[in-house]
């Protein structure tokens, strides 16, 4: 069976789709079979993979009204062993579907889409919107982790509770298996007091849910990094494009940590 994990925070640009597209793509250069699912509107991930909007005809908003199968949209990659579901402008659709408080079950449509092609796959990532709104709570209860990134900056925390709120939530009424897997310090400047700040801040409450390379060592943060920035518009994740650069190691040791479990 594979592991489904969301990346999630209602804050905008914090790394989510950044953390979604790199980690499935050192998940899958490990060898893992690895889906990456945008469900954002924006597509951001679907182009970080290097999909124009002209590319592909379905994405997943056919699949969450239900005219296609998860299968019958599922691209290809030039990363080996990582597969993409895209996404579209035209999935701010769903939101007014899944709005209809007629529609029976409408926090666990991507759910049933899922276990369709779960047995495909090891991992299952997903790529959310910056809300809490529906799509984000398919995600939430389609999953068995969230990864929740917090960028290194001032306001890093604001809005957190509201999120840990909507998660906890979640798992008592919709998918009682979810857990945070953990906190993401994104975009870290180590020159920069307020980042210090900030890990500072997310290691004082919640220590034990930082990611770390070793047991006791220390924790894993994605270092604010220009290749990082610059490989979406190559349309590759940042281990294809520089594959030494400071975040590739980052997001390989997040991946390593991610298989130890
Ligand atoms: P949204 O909420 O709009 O979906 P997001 O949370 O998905 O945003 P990203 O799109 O991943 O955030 O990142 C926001 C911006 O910050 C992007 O321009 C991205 O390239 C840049 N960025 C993300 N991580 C890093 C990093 N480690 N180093 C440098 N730039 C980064
Ligand atoms: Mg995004």
């Known amino acids: 069976m594979s592991e489904v994990i969301s990346i999630a925070n209602q804050k905008g640009g914090v790394g989510k789709t950044t953390t979604a597209v790199n980690l499935a793509a050192s998940l899958a250069e490990r060898g893992k079979r690895v889906i990456l699912l945008d469900i954002d509107p924006q597509s951001n991930a679907t ?6 909007r002209g590319d592909y005809e379905y994405n997943i908003y056919h699949v969450l009204i239900g005219s296609k199968k998860l299968s019958e949209v599922i691209l290809d ?3 080996e062993n990582l597969s993409l579901a895209p996404s579209n402008i035209g999935l701010v659709g769903i939101e007014k579907e899944f709005y209809n408080p007629k529609k ?4 666990l449509v991507l759910k049933e889409k899922i276990e369709e092609i779960s047995d495909r796959y090891d991992y299952i990532i ?4 910056p809300a809490l709104g529906p799509i984000t709570i398919n995600a939430l209860s389609a999953s068995d982790s969230v990864i929740i990134p917090i960028q290194c900056e001032f306001f890093a925390l604001e809005g957190l509770a509201q999120l840990l709120n909507t998660v906890s939530l ?4 919709i998918n009682p298996k979810l857990k945070i897997k953990g906190f993401l310090p994104t975009m870290y400047s180590k020159q920069n ?5 900030v890990l500072a801040d997310l290691t004082h409450h919640f220590k ?9 060592k220390e924790c894993i943060v994605i270092p604010r990094n220009v290749k990082v920035a610059e490989s979406p518009s190559f349309g590759k994740p940042v281990i294809a494009y520089a594959a030494k650069s400071k975040g590739s190691h980052a997001y390989r040791d997040l991946a390593v940590a991610i298989m130890k479990g």
């Open 47 to 52: 182009t970080s993979l290097g999909y124009a």
């Open 77 to 79: 990659t030039e990363v």
């Open 104 to 107: 029976r079950n409408r926090e």
């Open 126 to 129: 997903i790529d959310s919107p």
């Open 170 to 173: 979640i798992k008592k009424t």
């Open 193 to 197: 007091n307020l980042s210090k700040q």
């Open 208 to 216: 034990d849910k930082l990611f770390h390379k070793k047991k006791g």
